[in-house]
């Protein structure tokens, strides 16, 4: 069980256009998701913390207004990358967790590779 | 605020040999503490978990840790490495804080295993 959903786990996009990235949990339902961002050879940087009905927490540093996240489900969160531009070219990874209680562990996506041309 | 470091960016051992990569940790009160593996292109994958009772804990594929919290160490370990045991490991540690809470993961260590 705890398995956890992303899609699409490749993309390319031409500069300038958008592109949503889905997270689902298909068989528990997750309070809480978290979106990455990770880098060649590199550990995990973490964009953002959302909650199921309520805005994300973004962490410093991350444009809330480039990256849009929506969690308008307990099994459902979207991170839509506005105006894309090469550098944001990267691996982008969600996780999904019970929430305070019960099981303490996340659970990841796939990733999604996303290429900006 | 809780961290977690990993001091090696690679590990080399022998297929066959006991393998260990390292992890310390720094945190207030008690810390929840897990290993995940990443393949190439992949998300991550849950090995185990520490967060009370016995200090050493098993997890997934022949892995285990042992926590000691005098050293505050969290060192993952397997008896016998494999070839596919060759991945990116990364600790990570939960922070919780004002009823939200999130992980916080170390810089990953390479690891390869040689047939």
């Known amino acids: 069980g705890a398995v956890v959903s992303q899609h699409p786990s490749r993309v390319i996009c031409k500069s300038g256009t958008s592109v949503k990235i889905e997270c689902r949990s298909l068989?528990?339902?997750?309070?809480?998701m978290f979106w990455y961002r990770q880098f060649p050879k590199q550990s995990l940087m973490l964009m953002a913390t959302?909650?199921?009905?309520?805005?994300?927490?973004?962490e410093q540093g991350v444009e809330k207004d480039k990256f849009l996240i929506n969690h308008a489900s307990l099994t459902l969160s979207t991170l839509t990358v506005t105006s894309a531009h090469p550098e944001d070219s990267s691996f982008y990874i969600c996780?999904?967790?019970?929430?305070?209680?019960?099981?303490?562990?996340?659970?990841f996506g796939q990733g999604t590779r996303l290429t900006v041309v | 605020a809780q961290s977690v470091a990993q001091p090696e960016d690679q590990v080399n051992v022998a297929e066959g040999n006991p393998l260990t990569v390292k992890c310390t940790y720094s945190v207030s009160g008690n810390p929840y503490l897990f290993w995940y593996v990443q393949y190439p292109n992949r998300g991550l994958q849950f090995l185990l978990k520490?967060?009370?009772?016995?200090?050493l804990v098993k997890g997934s594929y022949g892995f285990e840790a042992e926590f000691n919290k005098s050293q505050t160490s969290f060192h993952l370990k397997k008896p016998s490495a494999l070839v596919s045991d060759s991945a990116l490991y990364f600790c990570?540690?939960?922070?919780?804080?004002?009823?939200?809470?999130?992980?916080?993961f170390g810089t990953g260590t390479r690891l390869k295993v040689l047939a």
């Open positions: 520490y967060i009370t009772g016995d200090n």
């Open positions: 996780s999904a967790s019970f929430g305070l209680r019960g099981r303490t562990e996340a659970f």
């Open positions: 959302s909650n199921e009905g309520s805005k994300a927490t973004y």
């Open positions: 990570a540690v939960r922070e919780e804080a004002s009823g939200t809470y999130k992980y916080i």
């Open positions: 068989d528990f339902q997750a309070t809480t």
